[in-house]
């Protein structure tokens, strides 16, 4: 599996004119490893590929990396990258330009003696379709957050706060086989519940409220992300209005999404709805992004988004409304893209949910 990224990722190299690729953060270099550690490095040419890093890693890599060569380094890695770039005979290195802060990329320029150039995305455009195993591994992700929201509706209760529900949360995926949270999860209620990424607080849930939950789990290095709005007690008319205009929102992107359609299409299907209720200006974010080993990924589902899915994307469906003052909603699914159609990967139900 690992060999076939390399080649990939070589012929890519080649329609470049790079010969050499610096991997420095987890994601990337991950992919293309199969480590499952941090703080290492990794240099592929066109006819090598060594991984790089320091004693506290050098067994774990010797275990896990099986397509490259395992080095160890015991200077500072700026000084080994222009050794080891040198007697590779490298002209060209690309760099990951978003990883990179400016003064690493100084620090790393300054003992190279080939050109030193941005990568421009081209390891994670190989990771814009996934494989059978990395969907796999996504749908293990959902599937425990599924089961925690199941959960969830059993312990949430008024009089809780935010905090004591984004606690029980996360203990509850990690318990079920989660690594880690993939982000912190939005606990937001009452009119917090506006705030797209409201963090959980010390507010108590109250009768009457809307309640976002926005989580996801990583499992074996993958992320889920999924979205639900319940109601603590019973909802006002206008609060069951706006629901059903998100859900219908939501609904309606899903027979859309499929291989060949451009991402901004599938947007404006769903920013139509919203609109058409005259809350336009409430939905101010995208329909949605991709996901895999980064909770956000490629490609994007927004008003700009211009590419085109292709079968083995996974995307969220992710519709909201919020109106400072009064509260919003979001309904979020994880969603892979199929050749004529998709599957929504998140099971959990979409009514509206009282408690």
């Given at each position: 599996?690992y ?18 690729v ?6 990337n ?23 790089i890093?320091?004693s ?15 080095v160890?380094?015991?200077?500072t ?11 590779l005979?490298?002209k ?10 400016f ?8 003992s ?6 941005p990568?421009n ?21 959902a ?6 929201f ?5 312990f949430?209760?008024k009089g809780m ?11 509850t995926?990690?318990?079920?086989g989660?690594?880690?949270l ?33 989580f996801?789990?990583i ?11 319940i ?5 006002s ?11 219908k ?14 991402c ?55 519709p ?14 994880l969603?892979?893209?199929k ?15 009282c408690i």
């Amino acid at each position: 599996m690992y060999k076939s990224r390399i080649d990939k990722l070589r012929d890519a190299m080649k329609s470049k004119n790079i010969d050499g690729v610096l991997l420095v953060g987890d994601p990337n270099r991950n992919y293309m490893s199969g480590f499952t550690g941090d703080e290492s490095f990794s240099i592929i040419t066109l006819n090598r590929a060594i991984f790089i890093t320091d004693s506290r890693f050098t067994e774990q890599a010797r275990q896990q990396v099986k397509d490259y060569e395992v080095v160890q380094y015991n200077t500072t890695f700026s000084e080994f990258l222009g050794k080891m770039a040198e007697e590779l005979g490298i002209k060209t290195l690309a760099f990951e330009e978003d990883v990179l802060t400016f003064s690493t990329y100084s620090e790393y320029k300054k003992s190279l003696k080939c050109d030193f150039v941005p990568l421009n995305g081209i390891v994670e455009e190989l990771r814009l379709i996934k494989d059978e195993t990395e969907i796999e591994k996504i749908k293990k992700a959902a599937n425990i957050a599924d089961k925690a929201f199941e959960h969830m509706l059993t312990f949430i209760k008024k009089g809780m706060t935010e905090r004591e529900v984004g606690l029980e949360l996360e203990f509850t995926m990690k318990k079920m086989g989660a690594k880690d949270l993939s982000f912190p999860s939005i606990v937001a209620s009452g009119e917090r519940s506006c705030l797209p990424h409201g963090q959980a607080t010390n507010k108590v849930l109250e009768e009457g409220d809307f309640l976002t939950l926005d989580f996801g789990c990583i499992y074996e290095d993958y992320c889920s992300d999924m979205t639900r709005t319940i109601v603590i007690g019973k909802p006002s008319d206008k609060m069951k209005e706006i629901y059903d205009i998100v859900l219908k929102a939501n609904e309606a992107a899903i027979p859309v999404i499929k291989s060949g359609i451009i991402c901004k299409a599938i947007d404006k299907v769903s920013r139509d709805i919203i609109s058409s209720y005259g809350y336009g200006d409430n939905f101010g974010h995208g329909l949605g992004h991709g996901v895999g080993r980064e909770i956000h990924e490629e490609p994007r589902l927004s008003p700009r988004g211009d590419v085109v899915l292709r079968e083995g994307m996974i995307v969220t469906d992710e519709p909201g409304i919020y109106i400072p003052g009064f509260g919003g909603v979001r309904i979020e699914d994880l969603i892979l893209v199929k050749k004529d159609s998709c599957e929504v990967i998140s099971k959990s139900p979409k009514n509206l949910i009282c408690i």
